[in-house]
């Protein structure tokens, strides 16, 4: 039942938005004041000019100020390591674009500093509105936390600040701010829910790690609601309910005692070995975007990062890192995954990752372009770099390299020509690295399911990357809603490729993993097992959930159970079969909620 912002809010509505963080609150809202500031432009005369630079320059100086006092104010152990949000503020305070920008339109245009302020977040932000990248697309909400700062101490009006909150509740607002996030009291905040925002905006990403569950995306709910109005979020499924009825209420009350009793049954899982009872070890690692999602992996038991995304380092800045800042980010992973290894993926962009100041020409097909390891083996230099600051990186523990979109054998022997070169330099050069350093492929195109067998013996690992792998074989586009109905892991050609790939790396000795989503599903994971997976890396709070199904299975089931998938000749014919046998053989395993 939706609801509009006149409207009386009835009994029961239920609004839906992007669960970004995981778990059910049942409360009373708060609602805060976070819409625009109402900044008025105004023709100035040329006299004016010089007064209203001088106002700009003093808001950015306080916004400075009130962010190092945040800064200053954190000290929640969980929260210091995300100070560096607070950082890349005080940097945009710093940008000579933003700040010339403004200047230069009270100059030229004669407009009053807020107006020619608005007028700059206006472009800033039509910039970042064209960037397909959901991750991207979302740095655009740093720009408005500091834009909306600087617009307030412009015009003089208070930052109302969430360390105000003085009871339990549920916070309602258009937008948070990391700073925002920061400052909340966790005592008092037990969930929140926002109009804007994605699940990979920085607020969500330190909801997740917060344990705080949050819906965002709700587009207007603060018009709706009212200060301590009885609500109920949950953030696994992305659905508030205002003014819940009695029936509602109980319901969610047990279904929120069933999630806080399953989160406890899964953390006696962190310290136990991914191992199934016929004795198999299966690696669960988690893939990490940022630096700091490593942590969480870690609190979910990760025995080391699969997959690192490392474009990530290069996303939302001007220059791309150079190689100090590239080892200081990869050491800092390295050193607090010890004693376990980190899968180092080299810069993947292209496709549905857009880095735009690597200036990828507009491409009519760019999933298909010049994307990934094609992007490296072009841009030598950057390739250059980033191998260095692997390779450094290896002297301070286990590191693993990885490169992505191989196509063919060709590719193998110019990456490992590539690599070959950096090694000899720094030999030269008399620093240290492990010789030793695995150098591994992910197959996550049929070319190379295809000839999986000729590039196993040049590698020493293979890691499925299945969300390109489906794309590419099932010709889906992956970020495509009108045919996401046709993007099906059990498809029987996904499982025929996938078998291809395990023989072959068996065959060779070698070790094979998946850090696509599929490794995430534990409806698959014995399948996976009987097909013979060494390792599955997947998003932290998916490792104890497929641990947990590990540990109470056997592989030779999964074997037995893969070969009557095989005889079927529809994804819909497997998906059923999987589930009824997966709920026949192991009914108190998939009766969990939002296992
Ligand atoms: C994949 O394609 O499955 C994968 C893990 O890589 P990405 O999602 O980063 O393309
Ligand atoms: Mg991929």
Do not use: W
């Amino acid at each position: 039942m939706m609801a509009s912002a006149k409207t009386e809010i009835v009994q029961d509505t239920f609004l839906i938005g992007i669960g970004a963080s995981p778990g059910i609150a049942i409360g009373e809202i708060f609602l805060v004041n976070r819409t625009r500031t109402a900044a008025v432009e105004r023709r100035i005369a040329p006299y004016e000019v010089q007064g209203e630079i001088e106002a700009f320059f003093e808001a950015v100086e306080l916004s400075k100020k009130q962010l190092e006092e945040v800064k200053s104010g954190v000290t929640d152990r969980q929260l210091v390591e995300h100070l560096y949000i607070i950082d890349t503020h005080l940097l945009i305070l710093d940008d000579q674009m933003l700040l010339e920008s403004t200047v230069g339109m009270i100059r030229e245009k004669l407009v009053n500093a807020e107006g020619a302020l608005k007028r700059t977040l206006k472009k800033f932000r039509e910039v970042f509105d064209k960037i397909e990248d959901e991750y991207l697309r979302e740095r655009r909400s740093d720009i408005d936390s500091v834009g909306d700062r600087l617009l307030r101490n412009l015009v003089g009006a208070s930052q109302q600040s969430l360390a105000e909150v003085d009871r339990k509740a549920i916070i309602a607002a258009h937008d948070l701010s990391p700073a925002d996030t920061m400052q909340m009291d966790k005592e008092q905040i037990i969930a929140f829910v926002t109009d804007v925002g994605g699940r990979t905006s920085h607020t969500a990403i330190l909801a997740r790690s917060l344990g705080i569950p949050a819906v965002v995306g709700l587009e207007s709910v603060t018009t709706m609601v009212r200060d301590r109005m009885p609500a109920i979020i949950d953030g696994t499924h992305g659905t508030l309910v205002l003014n819940p009825s009695p029936e509602t209420f109980r319901e969610y009350l047990k279904k929120k005692q069933q999630y806080e009793y399953f989160e406890k049954e899964l953390l006696a899982y962190r310290e136990l070995p991914g191992q199934t009872l016929d004795g198999f070890h299966v690696s669960l690692r988690g893939n990490v975007e940022l630096p700091e999602e490593v942590a969480l992996a870690q609190t979910q038991g990760a025995e080391g990062i699969g997959l690192f995304r490392s474009e990530f380092l290069f996303l939302n800045r001007s220059v791309p890192p150079d190689e100090e800042e590239q080892l200081a980010v990869y050491r800092g992973i390295i050193e607090k995954m010890a004693p376990h290894p980190v899968t180092i993926r080299t810069l993947d962009v292209g496709g549905d990752k857009f880095v735009p100041e690597i200036n990828l020409a507009d491409e009519a097909n760019p999933a298909m372009g010049l994307r990934a390891i094609r992007f490296s083996l072009k841009e030598r230099t950057l390739f250059h770099v980033q191998l260095r600051a692997i390779l450094r990186a290896s002297a301070f523990g286990q590191v693993r390299i990885m490169f992505p979109m191989i196509s063919g054998m060709a590719e193998i022997h110019e990456c490992k020509r590539c690599l070959a070169r950096a090694m000899d330099e720094l030999r030269q050069e008399q620093v240290l690295f492990d010789e030793e350093l695995p150098v591994g492929i992910m197959i996550e195109t049929p070319s190379a399911a295809l000839v999986a067998d000729l590039l196993a013996p040049e590698v020493d690992f293979f890691s499925v990357g299945t969300n390109d792998l489906i794309q590419y074989c099932l010709a889906v586009d992956r970020g495509n809603e009108h045919v996401a109905y046709l993007y099906e892991p059990l498809h029987p050609a996904i499982l025929r490729a996938l078998q291809m790939i395990c023989t072959a790396a068996k065959n060779a000795g070698i070790k094979v993993g998946m850090c696509g989503e599929m490794a995430a599903e534990p409806l698959y994971s014995l399948i996976l097992l009987g097909l013979g997976f060494d390792e599955l890396s997947m998003n932290a709070p998916g490792i104890p959930r497929v641990k947990r199904l590990l540990r109470q299975v056997r592989r030779e089931d999964g074997v037995q159970l893969l070969g009557q998938l095989f005889k079927l000749g529809t994804a819909q014919e497997v998906s059923a079969f999987l589930e009824a046998q997966m709920k026949q053989r192991y009914p108190d395993l998939f009766k969990a909620p939002s296992i």
